[in-house]
């Protein structure tokens, strides 16, 4: 795995990095090696194409925010909340815009309060599939991840960046 780091608190994660991913469990390991930075507030835009890995990225995300199961694909909802299993921590929202992609200009923030999810995003960690270029509106502070797959190989590549306030 390829870090690259500005600053140099040890707490601090690498600001963006690349990571070569053989199997699903590496990618579990990844967003749980990720997830452990995410803060309440914090936006994940999680890219790539079909199948390339997003919600098993996600799993292990929700794994390190020790956040309750199971975390599924929402294609059929717009979102799910995992609530944290520790009373303090923050949810994790998990949102799949798949089927918004057609409509050009989504109000993500008005589709989600129209859920009426009952947890102030804010005091959440929202985690978008499919949401370049929309999700990232919802937050200064965000972690974009790419994951890209090649033909004939169950290999995935993944690509992140933090940008924080
Ligand atoms: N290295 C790998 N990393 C992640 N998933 C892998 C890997 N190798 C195989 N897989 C399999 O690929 C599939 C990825 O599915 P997943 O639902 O996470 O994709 P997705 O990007 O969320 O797709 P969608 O765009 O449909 O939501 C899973 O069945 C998983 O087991
Ligand atoms: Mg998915």
Redesign the pocket.
């Known amino acids: 795995m390829a870090e690259r780091r500005s600053g140099t608190g040890a707490a601090r994660p690498a600001t963006s990095g690349t990571a070569e991913?053989?199997?699903?469990q590496?990618?579990i390991a990844l967003g749980a090696q990720l997830g452990k930075h995410l803060r309440a507030g914090d936006v994940v835009v999680l890219s790539?194409p079909?199948?390339?890995?997003?919600?098993?990225l996600a799993k292990g995300i929700a794994q390190a925010m020790d956040v309750e199961g199971p975390v599924i694909?929402p294609?059929f909802v717009l979102a799910r909340i995992h609530r944290p299993r520790h009373a303090g921590a923050p949810a994790m929202i998990h949102v799949?815009m798949?089927r918004l992609l057609d409509h050009a200009s989504v109000d993500l923030l008005a589709e989600l309060d129209s859920l009426d999810l009952d947890t102030d995003l804010d005091d959440a960690v929202v985690v978008v599939?499919?949401g370049e270029g929309l999700a990232e509106r919802l937050s200064d502070s965000h972690l974009d991840i790419r994951?890209e797959r090649g033909p004939n190989t169950?290999?995935?590549t993944a690509i992140w960046q933090w940008s924080r306030r």
């Open positions: 991913l053989a199997t699903a590496d990618t790539g079909l199948g390339a890995g997003k919600t098993v694909s294609t799949d798949y599939e499919w994951l169950e290999v995935r």
